[in-house]
C-alpha cells in the first residue's frame, strides 16, 4: 500500500465548475500536507501547504484535512481551463522526506 | 535566473550505459533531493542530501550513485542502465526549519529513454 494515494483520473470538467481531488494517507502520526500542481513537461510547483485538521483557502483553493478519515481534499472554485494539469497532494514525513500521491490529471474544458 | 537547474534535459541510450545528470539551485537551500517520475506520473524521492550528507536512501538499487560536491550541487550518476530505468529524473531543493515551510522546489526534469 502506498503511502499517499490517489485516483489518477483523468477528471474532466467544464469551464466554471467546482473541482474536488482527493487523496488518503496512511500515517496518521504526521499531519503536514501539501498539494503541487504539475503542468506537463515541468517541475511540480506548490500551490497550498495544511497543518492538521480544517480548511485553508488561498483565491479560488482550498485544502482540507479530515484526519479521522485521513482524507485530504483540494478544492477549485470557478475553474479555468488553465487549472488543467496534474494535482499532487504530498506529506510530509517526519520533515526527512515528502511522499506524494499518484497524482490526479484534471483537464478543464473551455 | 532558473532556481534549480537540471543537465541535460533529455537523454536516449542504450541498456548497459552509464549516464550522469547534473543539478544545481541558487536558493541558497540546505537540502537537495532526487525524485524518480514514472509514466504514471508517480513521484517517489530517491535520495536527499542535507549539507552534503546522505540523509535519506530510498532502497534505490546500488547502480544509482549520487554525489554532492557542495550544497549548491546534486548529481546522480546510473550505472548498467536498464530498461526499467526510463522515467523523468527531478532534482528539488528545499529548506527545512521550523521557520520554513519546507516547499520544494523542483526543477524541470530530465527525460531518461533507455532502448
Known amino acids: 500500500q502506498k503511502e499517499v494515494e490517489q485516483d489518477p483520473g483523468p477528471l474532466s470538467v467544464p469551464e466554471g465548475a467546482i473541482v474536488s481531488l482527493n487523496c488518503t494517507y496512511s500515517n496518521s502520526a504526521f499531519q503536514y500536507f501539501m498539494w503541487y500542481r504539475q503542468y506537463s513537461r515541468k517541475g511540480p510547483e506548490l500551490l497550498m501547504y495544511?497543518?492538521?485538521?480544517g480548511n485553508k483557502e488561498d483565491g479560488r483553493f482550498t485544502a482540507q484535512v479530515d484526519k479521522s478519515s485521513k482524507y485530504i481534499s483540494l478544492f477549485i472554485r470557478d475553474s479555468q481551463p488553465s487549472d488543467s494539469a496534474t494535482y499532487l497532494c504530498a506529506q510530509w514525513i517526519g520533515f526527512q522526506k515528502l511522499v506524494f500521491g499518484t497524482g490526479t490529471r484534471l483537464l478543464v474544458s473551455p | 535566473d532558473t532556481a534549480v537547474s537540471q543537465t541535460p534535459k533529455y537523454l536516449v541510450t542504450q541498456m548497459g550505459n552509464d549516464k550522469s545528470i547534473k543539478c544545481e539551485q541558487n536558493?541558497?537551500?540546505?537540502?537537495m533531493y532526487w525524485y524518480k517520475q514514472d509514466s504514471k506520473k508517480f513521484l517517489k524521492i530517491m535520495f536527499s542530501y542535507n549539507n552534503k550528507e546522505l540523509i535519506i536512501n530510498e532502497t534505490v538499487p546500488n547502480r544509482f550513485s549520487p554525489k554532492s560536491p557542495d550544497k549548491a550541487h546534486l548529481n546522480l550518476h546510473i550505472n548498467s542502465l536498464e530498461l526499467g530505468d526510463s522515467a523523468v529524473y527531478f532534482c528539488?531543493?528545499?529548506?527545512?526549519?521550523?521557520?520554513?515551510?519546507?516547499?520544494?522546489?523542483f526543477g524541470e526534469g530530465s527525460r531518461l529513454t533507455v532502448l
Open positions: 536558493l541558497g537551500h540546505d537540502t
Open positions: 495544511t497543518y492538521s485538521s
Open positions: 528539488a531543493s528545499s529548506q527545512v526549519g521550523v521557520a520554513n515551510t519546507g516547499e520544494l522546489f
